[in-house]
């Protein structure tokens, strides 16, 4: 149904992604600030756009994989933007995987049903945008195992299934605009916290006495397992193959994690919901950005946040 895919932003994760676009048959066209990342992609044959309006004059479907609310905004609406073409668009859907904030996905979402399609395509009148922003992280996004949580209109979600399918697992349809952005920022905090949980309690742990490995191997088998203990273990050496053990490198920055903590706090008092813990999380993964470790993975929490010891 989509020939032609547009991919904007190709960074860690979205150049992974895209790859894997080329990979299922998809005629790819890409666009990226950065220069040299867009040569990589001509490099292999893959056509290059200068601005987010030439891919969208040339796609059926664009995606995104921004870093942030701004930069989506600005690839969308901004001078040469996916929308600026009047008020008729080419590509007929649009799906934003960064991790952003629900407002900012609804608000896209009405002003792209706002728009007439250029042409008849795939049988719908108006053009559809579609939140899915991903879990999984670089590691997924390479072997092609994300997980998509999406939201806006469920025709849309349906045709979308096998670009999705594309580039990950798991893809789950979570209703309406904004509702995978409310759900990526939901997941995030519950994984920060639950970091900050088996963090503090393997610090303390250690204090009274308990080796991290022992008391990891009690969480594990007791009512404390989580994927924070049993999968990503924060204390170095506990577990192989995790960022803790390759000193916090790789993974998922701690900017990052800071940056979701802040959209779920500002969703959180749109709502006038009750946080305590968003805001406590927000706070001490802000602390460990301004203590400089803002590229090392979240879970050195444990060590510059909890354990004492520094660098
Ligand atoms: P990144 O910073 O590596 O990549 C972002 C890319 O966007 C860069 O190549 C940058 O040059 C490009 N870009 C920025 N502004 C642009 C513009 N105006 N026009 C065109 N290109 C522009 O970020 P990432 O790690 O790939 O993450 C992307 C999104 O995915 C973020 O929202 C992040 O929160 C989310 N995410 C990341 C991970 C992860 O593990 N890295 C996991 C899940 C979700």
């Given at each position: 149904q989509f020939q032609t895919v547009g991919f904007i932003g190709l960074g860690n994760m979205g150049s992974r992604m895209a790859n894997n676009l080329v990979k299922a048959g998809y005629n790819l066209l890409v666009h990226d600030v950065n220069h040299d990342v867009m040569k990589k992609f001509s490099d292999k044959g893959i056509l290059t756009k200068n601005s987010p309006l030439e891919v969208a004059e040339a796609s059926d479907a664009v995606i995104t994989m921004l870093p942030s609310s701004a930069h989506v905004m600005d690839v969308y609406t901004g001078p040469k933007g996916l929308l600026n073409s009047g008020n008729q668009l080419r590509p007929w859907l649009f799906i934003d995987s960064s991790t952003i904030d629900p407002q900012t996905s609804r608000k896209l979402s009405a002003t792209i049903s706002n728009y007439n399609l250029k042409g008849e395509r795939g049988g719908c009148g108006t053009p559809a945008m579609l939140d899915a922003p991903v879990s999984g992280g670089v590691l997924s996004a390479e072997t092609g195992s994300l997980t998509f949580m999406v939201g806006g209109p469920e025709e849309a979600y349906r045709s979308a299934t096998p670009l999705f399918l594309s580039m990950g697992k798991n893809i789950i349809y979570c209703g309406g605009p904004g509702n995978g952005s409310s759900a990526k920022i939901c997941n995030n905090l519950a994984m920060a916290v639950s970091m900050l949980g088996v963090s503090e309690a393997l610090a303390l742990g250690q204090s009274l006495g308990v080796a991290a490995t022992t008391l990891t191997k009690i969480f594990n088998s007791s009512s404390a397992r989580c994927w924070s203990s049993d999968t990503y273990n924060p204390v170095p050496g506990v577990m192989d193959a995790v960022p803790a053990s390759r000193n916090y490198d790789g993974g998922f920055a701690t900017k990052l994690m800071a940056k979701d903590l802040k959209l779920a706090a500002e969703s959180a008092k749109e709502v006038e919901a009750k946080t305590p813990m968003t805001f406590l999380a927000e706070e001490i993964f802000r602390e460990v950005c301004s203590e400089?470790?803002?590229?090392?993975?979240?879970?050195c929490v444990f060590r510059h946040y909890f354990s004492g010891k520094d660098e």
């Amino acid at each position: 149904q989509f020939q032609t895919v547009g991919f904007i932003g190709l960074g860690n994760m979205g150049s992974r992604m895209a790859n894997n676009l080329v990979k299922a048959g998809y005629n790819l066209l890409v666009h990226d600030v950065n220069h040299d990342v867009m040569k990589k992609f001509s490099d292999k044959g893959i056509l290059t756009k200068n601005s987010p309006l030439e891919v969208a004059e040339a796609s059926d479907a664009v995606i995104t994989m921004l870093p942030s609310s701004a930069h989506v905004m600005d690839v969308y609406t901004g001078p040469k933007g996916l929308l600026n073409s009047g008020n008729q668009l080419r590509p007929w859907l649009f799906i934003d995987s960064s991790t952003i904030d629900p407002q900012t996905s609804r608000k896209l979402s009405a002003t792209i049903s706002n728009y007439n399609l250029k042409g008849e395509r795939g049988g719908c009148g108006t053009p559809a945008m579609l939140d899915a922003p991903v879990s999984g992280g670089v590691l997924s996004a390479e072997t092609g195992s994300l997980t998509f949580m999406v939201g806006g209109p469920e025709e849309a979600y349906r045709s979308a299934t096998p670009l999705f399918l594309s580039m990950g697992k798991n893809i789950i349809y979570c209703g309406g605009p904004g509702n995978g952005s409310s759900a990526k920022i939901c997941n995030n905090l519950a994984m920060a916290v639950s970091m900050l949980g088996v963090s503090e309690a393997l610090a303390l742990g250690q204090s009274l006495g308990v080796a991290a490995t022992t008391l990891t191997k009690i969480f594990n088998s007791s009512s404390a397992r989580c994927w924070s203990s049993d999968t990503y273990n924060p204390v170095p050496g506990v577990m192989d193959a995790v960022p803790a053990s390759r000193n916090y490198d790789g993974g998922f920055a701690t900017k990052l994690m800071a940056k979701d903590l802040k959209l779920a706090a500002e969703s959180a008092k749109e709502v006038e919901a009750k946080t305590p813990m968003t805001f406590l999380a927000e706070e001490i993964f802000r602390e460990v950005c301004s203590e400089g470790h803002g590229t090392k993975d979240f879970s050195c929490v444990f060590r510059h946040y909890f354990s004492g010891k520094d660098e």
